[in-house]
T-cell receptor
Framework: DTGVSQNPRHKITKRGQNVTFRCDPISEHNRLYWYRQTLGQGPEFLTYFQNEAQLEKSRLLSDRFSAERPKGSFSTLEIQRTEQGDSAMYLC??????????????FGEGSRLTVL | SQELEQSPQSLIVQEGKNLTINCTSSKTLYGLYWYKQKYGEGLIFLMMLQKGGEEKSHEKITAKLDEKKQQSSLHITASQPSHAGIYLCGAPQGAQKLVFGQGTRLTINP
């Protein structure tokens, strides 16, 4: 399968613990996005990479959140000192510059975080 | 910032019936994407509309973009159980991201 891959699919953690999610985009895609989705809502933009450069961060991305994309390939999203309000589905998407200004976003299956 | 409002928020229809989902923007639409999401899973791309008046169809799903009304509609003809899920509209905000509506949950009763 050459789609967007996310791991783990589900993470249950206790409040205060750190968690890390990984996203492997489609190999030729240079744009990578992280979104967060809570129950009954649409996805909310968190951050965007073009190759290895993080070009935009939402104000939703507090100091406890950090995202990286070393070498412009896979990306990680780390949440430190998790809070119950962090419980959500974290979605990764990738796209190609050739797709136009935004292009079609290809989404992964998501990583669901439950903070107890 | 741009906001997208979808209506209805949820919809239950009998199998075989037609239905329409609307997406209204608070600002001018320069394009509109429709995605489908199965519960607890990722989003699947359906269609992208780029110009006012544009209409696209894929199988039994048709989407239109009305720039003047800052609105897009998604119409499903002769609905089937496989159409069940959450439909999301998304609009480009700048060159770098999509802003999404809150979604419309569609249930098809046999």
């Amino acid at each position: 399968d050459t789609g967007v891959s996310q791991n783990p699919r589900h993470k249950i953690t206790k409040r205060g613990q750190n968690v890390t999610f990984r996203c492997d985009p489609i190999s030729e895609h240079n744009r990578l996005y992280w979104y967060r989705q809570t129950l009954g809502q649409g996805p909310e933009f968190l951050t965007y990479f073009q190759n290895e450069a993080q070009l935009e961060k939402s104000r939703l991305l507090s100091d406890r959140f950090s995202a990286e994309r070393p070498k412009g390939s896979f990306s990680t999203l780390e949440i430190q000192r998790t809070e119950q309000g962090d419980s959500a589905m974290y979605l990764c998407a990738s796209s190609s510059l050739a797709g136009g200004p935004t292009g079609e976003l290809f989404f992964g299956e998501g990583s669901r975080l439950t903070v107890l | 910032s741009q906001e997208l409002e979808q209506s209805p928020q949820s919809l239950i229809v009998q199998e075989g019936k037609n239905l329409t989902i609307n997406c209204t923007s608070s600002k001018t639409l320069y394009g509109l994407y429709w995605y489908k999401q199965k519960y607890g899973e990722g989003l699947i791309f359906l269609m992208m509309l780029q110009k006012g008046g544009e209409e696209k169809s894929h199988e039994k799903i048709t989407a239109k973009l009305d720039e003047k009304k800052q609105q897009s509609s998604l119409h499903i003809t002769a609905s089937q159980p496989s159409h069940a899920g959450i439909y999301l509209c998304g609009a480009p905000q700048g060159a770098q991201k999509l802003v999404f509506g809150q979604g419309t949950r569609l249930t098809i009763n046999p």
